[in-house]
T-cell receptor
Framework: NAGVTQTPKFQVLKTGQSMTLQCAQD?????MYWYRQDPGMGLRLIYY???????DKGEVPNGYNVSRLNKREFSLRLESAAPSQTSVYFC???????????FGEGSWLTVV | RKEVEQDPGPFNVPEGATVAFNCTYS??????FFWYRQDCRKEPKLLMS???SGNEDGRFTAQLNRASQYISLLIRDSKLSDSATYLC????????????FGAGTQVVVTP
């Protein structure tokens, strides 16, 4: 029961480096999401993809880009990492917008 | 004002006791409501959806009060394994219906 799989689980970056977080789901869901979670702030939506071929900005998109590669995969790219992007990143997917979503195990990113 | 607000806690609960806590939301157009559970350093997992008529799942009861714009979660006969952070989730009410997450209420069940 893979569900939502995201990689890497842990990553340390230097300021200015770039990296891509990968996410794949095997539940045939239409919608996919990237969230970040910081202490005391809850989950904040970075980008989402309502369906294959579409992506939209969420609450905190600055410094990130996304690609909905196909129905299964939704990647998040940090072009030039900053210490403010140190966070836990969760990918999620759901069948339809506004309904239940399922999360991956998270990616712990530290930017030094 | 945050769209979804929760008391961060912690709520310290003796094993076997009942604990209840609320979550308020600001968007009166919201249509979908959920409680998620998140264990330390783990991903959030769906605990239960919240229906207008209220619903129960074992020891967990969720209620929705549209007039006052809050949802509640009650846990009866608390178990040590209920220790977690409970996230209130509300859909944004816009045309797409994005989900808004509260920052969570921490529950600590003690022996």
């Amino acid at each position: 029961n893979a569900g939502v799989t995201q990689t890497p689980k842990f990553q340390v970056l230097k300021t200015g480096q770039s990296m891509t977080l990968q996410c794949a789901q095997d539940m045939n869901h239409n919608s996919m999401y990237w969230y970040r979670q910081d202490p005391g702030m809850g989950l904040r939506l970075i980008y989402y993809s309502a369906s294959e071929g579409t992506t939209d900005k969420g609450e905190v998109p600055n410094g990130y880009n996304v690609s909905r590669l196909n129905k299964r995969e939704f990647s998040l790219r940090l072009e030039s990492a900053a210490p403010s992007q140190t966070s836990v990143y969760f990918c999620a997917s759901g069948q339809n917008s506004g309904n239940t979503i399922y999360f991956g195990e998270g990616s712990w990113l530290t930017v030094v | 004002r945050k769209e979804v607000e929760q008391d961060p806690g912690p709520f310290n609960v003796p094993e076997g006791a009942t604990v209840a806590f609320n979550c308020t939301y600001s968007n009166s157009a919201s249509q979908s409501f959920f409680w998620y559970r998140q264990d330390c350093r783990k991903e959030p997992k769906l605990l239960m959806s919240v229906y207008s008529s209220g619903n129960e799942d074992g020891r967990f009861t969720a209620q929705l009060n549209r007039a006052s714009q809050y949802i509640s979660l009650l846990i009866r006969d608390s178990k040590l394994s209920d220790s977690a952070t409970y996230l209130c989730v509300v859909n944004s009410g816009d045309s797409w219906g994005k989900l808004q997450f509260g920052a969570g209420t921490q529950v600590v069940v003690t022996p």
